[in-house]
């Protein structure tokens, strides 16, 4: 992904580092003076747990 801290949220997941670079490349030409970073993931987290919330009280059968 490439990433410019002026700019919005990065939306495209590059398959080859040379790829990301070609886009920072390519991104920068078009935005003289902007800074465009090559990101690399270093981990991930998910939540795994749901709770629920009953709003019907419980059947007394």
Avoid: Q, Y
Avoid at 27 to 33: E, H, I, S, W
Avoid at 42 to 51: F, L, N, W
Wanted: net charge neutral; with cysteine.
């Amino acid at each position: 992904m490439v990433w410019n801290e002026n700019g919005h949220a990065p939306t495209v997941k590059h398959t080859t580092v040379r790829a990301a670079k070609c886009e920072a490349e390519r991104l920068a030409r078009f935005n003289p003076g902007e800074r465009f970073i090559v990101l690399e993931a270093i981990g991930s987290c998910i939540k795994r747990d749901v709770a629920w919330d009953d709003v019907i009280p419980p059947s007394p059968f």
